[in-house]
């Protein structure tokens, strides 16, 4: 079978599509004839010894796929062979074949596309672990989410408005701002050039946010917390401006308010039914036209150089997908 392997440290560009060796199922296992892999930032850091995860060369990157079970090792646990499943993988997914544990599978419905579903686990996943079990969002509560012209803000933006939530997005430039109100926020705000303290304060009569969710860290974090109102959630998500900011405490004592980690990747494997249960959400609202996630483009296993490049140069505007074998 055809693979996509990292054999150097060398980010995406040393890539290389070889025949391996086709994989083998331990009992609890099943064999998933791969159709669609989802990738990420996080894959061009990976390729480069620079993610949380360092998996020994050679590997294959791609944390999220979708496709359907060639053969079942031990008992099935409710799925059969030839169903249409997906799991987040950890990487090895940009393969024609993978083998996942019974646990990870999760069914997909027939309405929703295997290019879809491989998109879902990440940025989607992390958004509703984030508002619905960290942040414990509440229909008419107010989000502020930075970075929310990326894929990870833009999947927030989408989640809060489908859980109930007044959307305030925070982006780089007019043109983001516009990405932002494409997916559903109500009202957007420009850093940096705009007072994030103040431009929250005033777009909500004064009172502040419920729930800050930061993608971005640096110079946004510490006004935005300012911005939080009484006993509201500051949700810590990422980090893409390159800077862990370093944030006065006494901010979380005088307001009541509470900060909290999203670290979606260790909650998969700490909470699997959890996990699994924000899935069939995310499935269901696709299968019902409520979220419909936008697709950047679909990128055959020997485009996944281009592919990545699109992810390295932060130019995606929507999900990049792989679909191999169809």
């Avoid at 942040?135 to 989408?158: F, I």
């Avoid at 901010?251 to 900060?259: I, N, Q, S």
């Avoid at 409520?290 to 483009?297: F, I, M, S």
Wanted: glycine share 12%; charged share 20%.
């Amino acid at each position: 079978m055809k693979a996509a392997l990292c054999k150097t440290l060398d980010g995406p560009p040393g890539l290389v599509i070889e025949d391996v060796p086709e994989p083998h199922a331990k009992p609890g296992q099943a064999i998933v004839r791969v159709k669609a892999v989802g990738l990420n930032f996080a894959d061009t850091l990976i390729t480069r010894g620079k993610y949380q995860f360092k998996p020994e060369l050679p590997f294959s990157p791609g944390a999220e796929i979708a496709g359907e079970i060639e053969h079942i090792s031990g008992e099935g646990a409710g799925l059969a062979l030839g169903q249409r499943v997906m799991a987040y993988v950890n990487w090895g997914g940009a393969a024609e074949k993978i083998a996942v544990d019974l646990e990870a599978l999760i069914t997909v419905p027939d309405a929703v596309p295997l290019t879809t579903a491989a998109g879902l686990p990440v940025t989607f996943g992390t958004a509703i672990h984030g508002l619905r079990d960290r942040g414990r969002l509440q229909p008419g509560e107010t989000v502020v989410v930075t970075g929310a012209a990326g894929g990870a803000g833009q999947a927030a933006v989408e989640i809060a408005k489908l859980m109930g939530a007044r959307v305030i997005a925070v982006a780089s430039s007019p043109e983001k701002c516009a990405i932002a109100t494409a997916a559903g926020a109500d009202e957007t705000l420009e850093f940096p050039s705009t007072d994030l303290k103040a431009g929250v304060r005033a777009l909500t009569g004064g009172d502040g946010a419920d729930i800050i969710y930061d993608c971005v860290g640096g110079p946004v974090s510490e006004p935005l917390l300012r911005a939080l109102r009484w006993q509201g959630r500051f949700l810590v998500v990422g980090f893409a401006s390159g800077e862990i900011p370093k944030i006065p405490l006494n901010l979380l004592m005088l307001k009541g308010a509470e900060a909290s980690g999203v670290f979606w990747g260790d909650s998969v494997r700490r909470d699997p039914a959890g996990h699994r249960a924000n899935m069939r959400q995310l499935l269901e609202w696709v299968a019902d036209g409520r979220l419909k996630p936008v697709t950047h483009g679909l990128y055959a296993l020997d485009s996944i150089k281009d592919a990545l490049a699109i992810l390295d140069r932060r130019e995606a505007a929507g999900k990049v997908v792989l679909t191999i074998g169809t």
